[in-house]
């Protein structure tokens, strides 16, 4: 083993790596991007939110944003409505056809969460959980 697999931050790195590879895998499987499943997913949490609200939660580029849900708005998950204060603001919703196919997605983070804990004891996932904790507030 490699000196520098043993430091702490490239273990994390790798293991943040390896929840998004899992994460995207079982995505493709439903034709879905993580990013559009985030979207998607915010959106059907809230009903109805406009790009810039969105745009706070994810917080990407406006530019990516557009491109995600062009993407889901060509695949007819997602509509933009005009709200009905102000023309000028396009509110994001799901489709009819979009809720439906929402709804047989699994949750990626509680797929991958169910995983890692059927590896792990009751103690060991709590002592999990309050080192990554830990080590996050150290970070921020």
Do not use: W
Request: charged share 30%; with cysteine.
């Amino acid at each position: 083993m490699d000196s520098e697999d043993i430091l702490l931050p490239v273990l994390i790195k790798r293991c943040g790596r390896l929840v998004d590879k899992r994460i995207d895998l079982l995505l493709k499987e439903h034709g879905i991007a993580r990013s559009q499943y985030r979207v998607l997913y915010y959106v059907a949490q809230r009903g109805i939110l406009s790009q810039k609200e969105l745009l706070g939660i994810l917080q990407v580029k406006g530019s990516t944003l557009t491109l995600i849900v062009n993407a889901l708005v060509h695949k007819q998950l997602l509509v933009r409505v005009t709200d009905g204060n102000d023309g000028r603001i396009k509110k994001l919703q799901l489709t009819p056809a979009g809720r439906k196919r929402f709804k047989t997605i699994p949750n990626p983070g509680e797929t991958i969460n169910s995983l890692l804990e059927s590896q792990l004891t009751k103690r060991e996932s709590d002592d999990l959980e309050h080192l990554i904790k830990k080590v996050i507030a150290q970070l921020i």
